[in-house]
């Protein structure tokens, strides 16, 4: 079935140093994908999006890649933050007809230590 | 300028009762979507409403439903409920398909005993 996966279920990192958070997607007909950020009691934010005729998309001191030969999603933050802690999702959008549902992964949560 | 509001932002009820969430979207945006996140879990796409018209449902049982109004605003009600229901409901508004992002809602907190 379909499914958005995360390699690292956790991840700590130094403040100051970037951090790499990556997933892997099944659905080879998704064509939009989005990192979102959830703090604790707190709904999804917005981090950064791509679409699949892209392969680099750069923010604020975040980076998506997109390699769709792998289905592969990565996040790169810069100079990682302790505000930066919290549990990071990828989500992508199939393709199909009307629906624009999101089909989310599990997440990975983020500890930056000061 | 307000963001997307939901209420209420927690709520508890009985197994086998009926719940009513509600979600005001971003203003100008048409399409609200409602996702269910089990704790420790992804977002699980329940509904999408678009124009007021239901453009997508996910693999939820028929006590789930939803509607839109004409000002956007959108309600999910939950029948019956299970203590499996439990969970944070979120709401998502985008403009349109969704490009640049769908802007969630802090969500309603919903606790069956």
């Known amino acids: 079935g379909e499914s958005v996966g995360l390699h690292l279920p956790t991840l700590s990192v130094q403040e100051g140093d970037n951090s790499i958070i990556n997933c892997a997607y099944s659905n080879s007909a998704s064509d939009y994908f989005i990192w979102y950020k959830q703090e604790s009691g707190k709904g999804p934010q917005f981090i950064i999006d791509i679409r699949s005729n892209m392969d680099k998309r750069q923010g604020q001191r975040v980076t998506v890649l997109l390699n769709k030969t792998v289905k592969h999603l990565s996040l790169q933050i810069a100079a990682t933050q302790p505000g930066d802690s919290a549990v990071y999702f990828c989500a992508e959008r199939p393709n199909a007809g009307n629906n624009r549902k999101l089909i989310w992964g599990l997440g990975t949560s983020l500890a930056v230590n000061p | 300028d307000a963001g997307v509001t939901q209420s209420p932002t927690h709520l508890i009820k009985t197994r086998g009762q009926q719940v009513t969430l509600r979600c005001s979207p971003i203003?100008?945006?048409?399409?609200v979507s409602w996702y269910q996140q089990v704790l420790g879990q992804g977002p699980q796409f329940i509904f999408q409403?678009?124009?007021?018209?239901?453009?997508g449902r996910g693999n939820f049982p028929d006590r789930f439903s939803a509607r839109q109004f004409p000002n956007y605003s959108s309600e999910l009600n939950v029948n019956a409920l299970l203590l499996g229901d439990s969970a944070l409901y979120l709401c998502a508004s985008s403009f349109g398909t969704g490009e640049g992002g769908y802007t969630f809602g802090s969500g309603t907190r919903l606790t069956v005993v």
């Open positions: 203003s100008g945006h048409k399409s």
């Open positions: 409403y678009y124009e007021k018209e239901e453009r």
